[in-house]
C-alpha cells in the first residue's frame, strides 16, 4: 500500500509541505508563510497581522497620552517653579 501525501487545501494538485498551525489545513509551499517560526495558511496570516495592527495603534495612543500627560505636567511643574523663583529673588 502506498503512503499517504497530504495535498495542499487550496491546490490539490501541490503536495503539502506543512500544516497551519492555526487552522490546522495542509499548505503547499506557495500558500506557507512562516511567522515567528511557524507555518500560516493565507487567511490565519491575515487574521495574525489584522490583531498585530490593532494591538499597535493601541498602542501608539497609549503612548501617545503619557506623552501629552507629561508634558502638560512638566509645563505646570516649570510655572510654579518660575513663580518660587520670581517671589524668593525678589
Same mark, same amino acid.
Given at each position: 500500500?502506498? @503512503?499517504?501525501?497530504?495535498?495542499?487545501?487550496?491546490? @490539490?494538485?501541490? @503536495?503539502?509541505?506543512?500544516?497551519?498551525?492555526?487552522?490546522?489545513? @495542509?499548505?503547499?509551499?506557495?500558500?506557507?508563510?512562516?511567522?515567528?517560526?511557524?507555518?500560516?495558511?493565507?487567511?490565519?496570516?491575515? &487574521? &495574525?497581522?489584522?490583531?498585530?495592527?490593532?494591538?499597535?495603534?493601541?498602542?501608539?495612543?497609549?503612548?501617545?497620552?503619557?506623552?501629552?500627560?507629561?508634558?502638560?505636567?512638566?509645563?505646570?511643574?516649570?510655572?510654579?517653579?518660575?513663580?518660587?523663583?520670581?517671589?524668593?529673588?525678589?
Amino acid at each position: 500500500m502506498a @503512503p499517504l501525501v497530504s495535498v495542499c487545501d487550496r491546490h @490539490p494538485e501541490r @503536495p503539502a509541505l506543512a500544516q497551519c498551525v492555526d487552522c490546522r489545513r @495542509p499548505i503547499c509551499a506557495a500558500c506557507s508563510t512562516r511567522w515567528e517560526g511557524l507555518h500560516l495558511c493565507v487567511d490565519c496570516l491575515a &487574521r &495574525r497581522r489584522e490583531t498585530v495592527v490593532a494591538q499597535g495603534s493601541v498602542l501608539g495612543w497609549l503612548a501617545a497620552v503619557v506623552l501629552i500627560v507629561g508634558l502638560a505636567l512638566l509645563a505646570t511643574l516649570g510655572r510654579t517653579l518660575a513663580g518660587v523663583l520670581f517671589w524668593v529673588m525678589r
